[in-house]
């Protein structure tokens, strides 16, 4: 029986409830599907149910048969593969989307090599598989089906309908206290929910913003048009420091979130307020404690004593 080395990406996330993976996670999982998929020709794509969230667009299979990719990149979210076609794979994972990279036994040449197991016929809930020419295969899981994978054109790609509202990326130039104070002064709505929001900054997500707001002092209920220009200016290098520790730290594993190597996300071990309800403040002398309160569905967490 052949034997295969199999890396499992996985983005299964919950504490009480299931969760969207974060920019962080999303980007981890690009990174470990660089090396099996990048600049590497799709020699099969097996597409094993006719959808998703939506269904795949017609003639998938025979549309990314064929196609090297020549880049890989993320938007938000969304992990787009660009091929010479001149087409993009996008991919979204949704709550419950995986996907595993395995490579037959005997190449020890890379990374993919660290890990041994018999090789499976493709599980109840493997929709898409991709045998790339390396002999790396890719395989997309998900057993909600709230993930999705489409193909649209990349010259314009951003014009499609789920990247085409999103705002700038939080660690790219355009994203800078300026714009964030302008896009802020109309908004009533909680500065929690502000940065929520895809169309004023992209990717985003429930725990980053927890962390971005404790380590500011701003309070999650503070009204965002309500900020100073001075606070505002505090939000943008907490936001870049927050997403690139998370990223080196392989992002963050609540429940059984695997990095490429197979190694868990470690970024929990450093939240100072996301899931410490109860548990003291760990700013200086505050002497606080952090609290959770509900906010448009999601918990929010933070230390009533030093945000404000």
């Not at 787009?80 to 037959?104: A, F, W, Y």
């Not at 200086?284 to 509900?294: F, L, Q, V």
Request: aromatic fraction near 6%; include cysteine; charge should be positive.
């Amino acid at each position: 029986m052949r034997q295969i080395c199999r890396v499992s990406i996985r983005h299964y996330f919950t504490t009480k409830v299931n969760r969207m993976p974060e920019l962080p996670e999303v980007e981890t999982v690009m990174r470990g599907l660089m090396p099996a998929m990048l600049d590497q020709v799709i020699v099969v794509a097996d597409i094993r149910r006719p959808d998703l969230r939506w269904p795949f667009p017609d003639n998938m299979s025979t549309r990314l048969r064929g196609k090297r990719v020549i880049r890989m990149h993320r938007r938000s979210k969304y992990i787009l593969c660009d091929l010479d076609s001149g087409e993009s794979l996008l991919i979204h994972l949704g709550m419950s989307g995986r996907m595993t990279i395995s490579k037959p036994d005997g190449d020890v040449s890379d990374m993919l090599a660290q890990f041994h197991h018999l090789h499976a016929a493709p599980a109840k809930h493997d929709h898409v598989v991709l045998d790339m020419e390396n002999g790396a295969r890719v395989t997309f899981n998900d057993a909600r089906r709230f993930g999705a994978m489409d193909l649209l054109e990349t010259a314009t790609a951003t014009e499609h309908k789920l990247l085409r509202d999103i705002g700038p990326e939080p660690l790219g130039n355009s994203f800078n206290g300026a714009y964030l104070q302008e896009r802020l002064k109309t908004k009533a709505s909680p500065i929690k929910s502000a940065l929520l929001d895809q169309g004023i900054v992209a990717g985003l997500g429930n725990i980053y913003v927890c962390e971005v707001l404790w380590r500011t002092g701003i309070s999650p209920k503070r009204k965002a048009n309500q900020l100073s220009a001075k606070r505002i200016a505090t939000l943008v290098p907490a936001i870049r420091d927050v997403l690139a520790e998370a990223i080196a730290a392989g992002g963050s594993s609540l429940q059984d979130h695997r990095q490429a190597t197979g190694e868990l996300g470690y970024f929990q071990h450093s939240f100072a307020a996301y899931g410490r309800e109860g548990k003291p403040c760990n700013k200086g002398e505050c002497g606080g404690t952090i609290a959770r309160i509900t906010q448009s569905g999601r918990s929010s967490f933070y230390c009533p004593s030093c945000q404000r």
